[in-house]
């Protein structure tokens, strides 16, 4: 029982936030109105100087951690949010800081690629040395679990540190009965658009959503929300999912190597190959999270492998998945990321030619670009990443979803997990009600 309250707080706590965020904003955007209106008062260009801050000036970041939060929290340390359109190199102008650190600071985030993607709501903090004045720190705040921050080691280059934090995980039951398509159903139980999409993408090759799903027919899943001290991340995953059409029923359930299996523990997502090309290609560099870099002798990691071949090379998927990147990168040339079912994400860097597009589906050895030399590169070759919950794995070594069913020794366990989920979501339908 518990575990089905809890959501119900949650949610209406969520809701509660933000219509607080919404009034905040509100409130915000008029009394901003009104100091632009306000004939003495400073340009407003004045709020991204390095000056301190004003009293009269709106409320500080903590109470408004997004949109219009005022950039300056001290003399030496600027804050900015990003903003719809929004571009590094805008916001490294807006804050006087010069385009040459901004370099230095891309050749740090070439192994992380974090500044990639910069989302509407992440926040950049620029801390400078009181009396050089020179840049010291740069912070990404990406959501309460995540945050990158740049730090100066030298003259010439930056480093970074990555703060991934654990959080705690909540469930959530989330039940719907069809009305329209299922997409519709599942946005209107509160799944997202996303959520929604990995669950269709899961059964592909078991339900035709369109023949098979009828009104009246209901499904179930099971969401895991993060908190960090008490608040939503905003990030989740789905762990279970039951789909009852007329004279049939639908499982997923997610097992700890990241894969979704039905409940006999058969596979629900295709086989990964091991290398995105075909033929040999000679290892150039290894995966390697120690390496040291041969001149600054600093720990630089290497988190994919590289292959060295010709310029020209086609590159294949490694799995079925969705182009979420297609990006050219100062030092990591042009790149494709691939997120796939579960939790696995590829990338391929220092490409030639890339013949796929954001959004676009993909399946297991498609070919998505030709192999180049583009980015910061020593010659020819291919550096591919394999990410598996977020963490880069060696690629050549890593467990990949070869097998097609759960292994015989593992089963018992898989299933007993299973029973758990099941019976969470056998609770008696009134407990779901306004979940
Ligand atoms: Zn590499």
Redesign the pocket.
Known sequence: MNAIWKPTQLQQKRRRRNRQILWMAITLVFIFGLFLLSPDSPSPNRVTTDEPLQADTPPTAEQTPAATTPPLVSDHIVQRTIEPGDNLSAIFDSVKIHQSILLQILAADESLLALDILRPGNTLTFSRDKETRELVKMELYIHPAHQVIYHRVDENSFDYNEIVLPGTWEQQLLSGEIEGSFYQSALSIGLSEQETGNITDLFKNKVNFSRDIRAGDHFQVVRNLQLIDGKLTGQSHIEAVRIFSRNQHYTAFLYEDGNYYDDRGESLGRAFQRYPFKGHHRVS?NFNLARRHPITKRISP?????FAMPVGTPIYSTGDGVVTRVKNHRYAGKYVEIQHDGRYLTRY??LSRITVKRGQKVQRGERIALSGNTGR?TGP?L??ELHVKGKAVNPLKAKIPMAASIPKEKFQEFQQKAAELISLMEQPRFDLVGI
């Open positions: 560099s290497h988190k994919g492998v590289d860097l220092h590169s070759h550096h591919y």
